[in-house]
């Protein structure tokens, strides 16, 4: 899908308001077509209006069930001979429902509203790790404590991380994009490998190798970096995107080895990232040691010996509790 051009389109801000919108959720727009489109957006007041309006129809067709937006679609374009007539009439309003129609319709016809091939559960339980092949021969290593869906279109691979860690090996399609949504953020590749590791507060993406594109935002104000070998970038529920940074791979994917690698890790950031493998998590009662800093590798195939390990690399005590919770607290 090509990106919106004043020169072969209508110059009505609200045509092209639509159909920026369009090409922008089609997954096929890059880094340079979004630049286009913030110019655009902010070269006049009614572009940026006109493309809020537009929003706001997609919102509304997004509680319309899909047959239903199909029959009044279809009625639209049996009614086309009328069209000019009742936009004349009806001025700017109708306009604006013609530009819903319009996105209604490249939504379909590009698949957003398509039901998938197929979608696939994922999930991995607490303390275990496993491994999974989609159809389309991409490998996912999926750590502890994780849950997705992957959906596979016709012409794009979507997979929408809901908690935990997935290291991706995406075979390369150049017709269908492999899409990695975790919360806010989204991960576009072709093939490569990279790793995602999502939770309430931020998203973490490192690549191994290949590149990807990372972006977070609403659709009129997305930010994206690009990430090649070795590299990575926090996307912080808060904060927004961060700048990307050199990432140590290695320790990073260590937990496909069944390793955790603590390299001057607070206290506190260590006992969280331990209760990831635990079924009960651990209680960390010793407030003064919570910036504490910790160094050593850990396995996580024993998850209760990581923490009775924790008195060799802290000055702390570990005390079961009669419903079996570790509670750790100063020596």
């Known amino acids: 899908m090509k990106p919106p051009n004043a020169s072969s389109n209508s110059g009505d801000p609200r045509d092209l308001a639509a159909s920026w919108f369009a090409h922008l959720h089609s997954g096929d727009a890059t ?29 509304a067709t997004l509680q319309v069930p899909e047959n239903e937006l199909r029959e009044i679609l279809a009625r639209r374009e049996a009614a086309a001979p009328r069209a000019h007539l009742a936009r004349r009439r009806f001025g700017l309003g109708l306009a604006g429902v013609c530009s819903a129609a319009l996105v209604g319709g490249v939504a379909l016809q590009g698949g957003w509203l398509a039901s998938p091939l197929q979608t696939i559960q994922i999930a991995s339980p607490r303390g275990e790790r496993r491994q999974m092949v989609l159809p389309d021969g991409s490998v996912l290593d999926i750590n502890t404590g994780t849950r997705a869906v992957a959906r596979l279109y ?5 997979v929408e991380l809901l908690e935990g860690e997935i290291f991706f090996t995406v075979q390369r399609d150049e017709r269908r994009p492999f899409v990695v949504d975790a919360g806010e953020s989204q991960i576009v590749v072709t ?83 331990i209760n990831r493998y635990l079924e009960q ?6 407030p003064a040691l919570r910036q504490h800093r910790i160094a050593g590798i850990f396995s996580v195939d024993d998850p209760q010996a990581l923490i ?8 702390v005590r570990v005390y079961r509790l009669q419903d079996g919770q570790a509670r750790i607290v100063a020596k």
């Open 281 to 286: 998590p651990a209680r960390l009662d010793a």
């Open 191 to 273: 093939g490569t490998r990279f790793n995602v590791r999502y939770d309430a507060l931020a998203a973490q993406v490192s690549v191994e190798s290949g590149s990807v594109e990372v972006s977070k935002g609403p659709w009129w104000n997305r930010h994206t970096r690009s990430l090649a070998k070795g590299q990575g970038v926090d996307v912080l529920q808060e904060q927004g995107l961060g700048e990307v940074r050199h990432r140590d791979i290695e320790t990073i994917l260590a937990w496909q080895r069944g390793k955790i690698v603590f390299e001057d890790m607070p206290l506190a950031h260590a006992v969280a990232e």
């Open 154 to 158: 016709e012409g794009k691979r979507r």
């Open 31 to 59: 880094q340079e077509d979004r630049r286009v489109f913030e110019q655009w957006r902010n070269a006049h007041p009614e572009n940026d209006r006109q493309y809020r309006n537009v929003q706001q129809f997609w919102d």
């Open 308 to 315: 009775d390990m924790l008195p060799e690399f802290a000055p």
